[in-house]
């Protein structure tokens, strides 16, 4: 005599407990390989902010707003953000004009000619920040290389070093690759039949150029330009080595009032009012542009 088959809804709710068995033991698997990262991110990342908040926001008795309102209180500290975004605004805008041609001529010339470029770039990428900045306090010294080529054709000695040529010099020569990076990665995806198409259709290589490549490769324009800026924003080294009085930016205040001042309440304060400025840019970005386009290219 055969076993009576178990009924329909029985064995349902058996696969339907198996089932969920199995996605638990799935979801506690993912939550162990995720908590190592989760415990770094931690330790290195959310307990540093919480601890530059919590001092920014403390005083002799307790909480307090008076670092914020000291900050208020003396405009100068407004006057060295504007320095601040003025410079990275500036070399963001410069690495622009460089980056893209050069992102361009890497696309489409030949592998020997782009091997050599890649080298120069990767060279600049790899070289200690500070071995870069002493070799343009080289460079642009009074009797530097520079000066001495521009005295040669009767230019006649300037003034390039401790001033704000000198600051934008440094800043554009150290995040360049990065704005290279960035738009090559998206003109390498451009479909190169569609330059073709544009030209069968009549269109010369300047109008296929404007109308399809580059509205094709903006996506990268705007990825590249945002992190030069936010790079830009909290550069030390270079701006402290290169610049003069007046190009101080908001970083080597800081650095200042940690150093020398021990102020760790007001340096905090500057910190976190940095970091809410570059996060309102960030936001307005993805309002008006979105964050889509930094990740993928309008094909």
Avoid at 141 to 151: S, Y
Avoid at 185 to 210: C, E, H
Wanted: glycine fraction near 10%.
């Amino acid at each position: 005599m055969q076993p009576a088959l178990a009924p329909i809804p029985a064995a349902e709710e058996r696969l339907s407990a198996a089932l969920a068995a199995r996605r638990g033991t799935r979801s506690s698997r993912t939550i162990l390989l995720i908590l190592p990262a989760l415990l770094f991110l931690g330790l290195f990342f959310a307990y540093p902010m919480i601890d530059i908040v919590m001092r920014s926001l403390s005083g002799a008795g307790g909480f307090s707003l008076a670092h914020y309102g000291r900050l208020v209180a003396h405009p100068i500290y407004f006057r060295v953000f504007q320095i601040t975004f003025e410079i990275a605004l500036t070399v963001t805008i410069v690495t622009l004009l460089f980056g893209y041609p050069l992102a361009y001529v890497l696309v489409h010339c030949g592998r020997l000619a782009a091997g050599a470029i890649w080298a120069c770039i990767l060279l600049s990428l790899f070289t200690n920040i500070l071995v870069r900045t002493y070799a343009w306090m080289i460079l642009l010294a009074p009797d530097g290389v520079i000066n001495q080529l521009l005295g040669a054709v009767g230019l006649g000695h300037q003034k390039l070093l401790f001033n704000r040529f000198a600051v934008l010099v440094g800043m554009t020569y150290a995040l360049l690759p990065y704005m290279v990076l960035t738009l090559y990665s998206v003109m390498r995806g451009i479909d190169g039949t569609l330059l073709q198409a544009a030209r069968n259709l009549g269109a010369g290589g300047g109008r296929a150029f404007w109308h399809v490549f580059l509205p094709l490769s903006l996506p990268g324009v705007v990825g590249g330009s945002l992190l030069v800026f936010i790079l830009a924003v909290g550069y030390f080294i270079t701006p402290r080595l290169l610049g003069g009085a007046g190009d101080q930016m908001i970083a080597m205040v800081i650095e200042e009032q940690v150093e020398l001042g021990m102020d760790w309440g007001f340096a905090s304060a500057l910190a976190i009012l940095l970091l809410l400025l570059t996060l309102a840019g960030f936001l307005l970005y993805s309002r008006f542009v979105g964050l889509k386009s930094l990740f993928e290219s309008k094909l």
